[in-house]
């Protein structure tokens, strides 16, 4: 069990890594950061720890998923460069 101010840096910490993270988004960073903002207010006032710290997995959850994303996008970029440059006949 954590506690509150633990859980309160861990909740601030997660929102600035998901906003960090919101700024390469594809459909554009204010759409990331509008949608993540309104999803840390609709959980504002829980207040059970075993559900904040439940929350706070998920957001993590989120943000490997994001960081999979552009490793991903990433990838795919450098392959077909490296591809289309080789292969032109």
Known sequence: MASTTQLRYAVKQLYR?????????PKGEEYFRTRCHSAFMKNKDVNDVEKIEELIA???YVCKELEALYMLRKYRTLKKRYYDSHHVQ
């Open 17 to 25: 890594n998901l906003i960090h993270l919101g700024k390469d988004y």
């Open 58 to 60: 998920r957001g993590e």
